[in-house]
T-cell receptor, first 116, second 112 residues
Framework: GAVVSQHPSWVICKSGTSVKIECRSL??????MFWYRQFPKQSLMLMAT?????????EQGVEKDKFLINHASLTLSTLTVTSAHPEDSSFYIC????????????FGPGTRLTVL | QQQVKQSPQSLIVQKGGISIINCAYE??????FPWYQQFPGKGPALLIA?????SEKKEGRFTISFNKSAKQFSLHIMDSQPGDSATYFC???????????FGKGTKLTVNP
């Protein structure tokens, strides 16, 4: 149980275009999902917390107009990188919490974004 | 301010040996301490977690030791195998908080 999927697993796009990444909880409902960014050989950096049916909460320094998050259902959250630039190239990972008393987060396999 | 300090940054162990990774924290409100295992190009996988009402938790070859007074917890991997070679992250969170605070990670290499 507790499987989280992401799509696509990798994407290459041209500078200035927008890219959408999907995160799905496959066998549980998640009122809360999280989006992380990870640079090579570094730890996970929380970008935002996504709550079903409400606006996402962004961490300090994360541009909410650039990284659009939508949590339309209890099993799906999307991250759209708008007007992508090469510096947005990174490994994006989502996680989902099955809503237990503790913050037990299960992670997706990640999406490698390369902006040319 | 880094709230969870993880050490060592890298670790090399021979097959069959014991791998030990340590984490220390300052926030006494933390009450959930998970460990994640991450292979290159993959998302982190929840390995084992502990809550402060116990001092040790064991699952197979993986054991978490927790020292509440010292505000430290550690991951022990017994009989380490080459397949255990990965990056390990400790984390912590407080009841009622939705966020996990991660350590910087430890790259473990188990030589055959």
């Amino acid at each position: 149980g507790a499987v989280v999927s992401q799509h696509p697993s990798w994407v290459i796009c041209k500078s200035g275009t927008s890219v959408k990444i999907e995160c799905r909880s496959l066998d549980f409902q998640a009122t809360t999902m999280f989006w992380y960014r990870q640079f090579p050989k570094q730890s996970l950096m929380l970008m935002a917390t996504s709550n079903e049916g409400s606006k996402a909460t962004y961490e300090q320094g994360v541009e909410k107009d650039k990284f659009l998050i939508n949590h339309a259902s209890l099993t799906l959250s999307t991250l759209t990188v708008t007007s992508a630039h090469p510096e947005d190239s990174s490994f994006y990972i989502c996680s989902a919490n099955p809503s237990g008393p503790y913050n037990e987060q299960f992670f997706g396999p990640g999406t490698r974004l390369t902006v040319l | 301010q880094q709230q969870v300090k993880q050490s060592p940054q890298s670790l090399i162990v021979q097959k069959g040996g014991i791998s030990i990774i340590n984490c220390a924290y300052e926030n006494t409100a933390f009450d959930y301490f998970p460990w994640y295992q991450q292979f290159p190009g993959k998302g982190p996988a929840l390995l084992i977690a502990i809550r402060p009402d116990v001092s040790e938790k064991k699952e197979g070859r993986f054991t978490i030791s927790f020292n509440k007074s010292a505000k430290q917890f550690s991951l022990h991997i017994m009989d380490s195998q080459p397949g255990d070679s990965a990056t390990y992250f400790c984390a912590a969170s407080t009841r009622g908080s939705e966020k996990l605070v991660f350590g910087k990670g430890t790259k473990l290499t188990v030589n055959p």
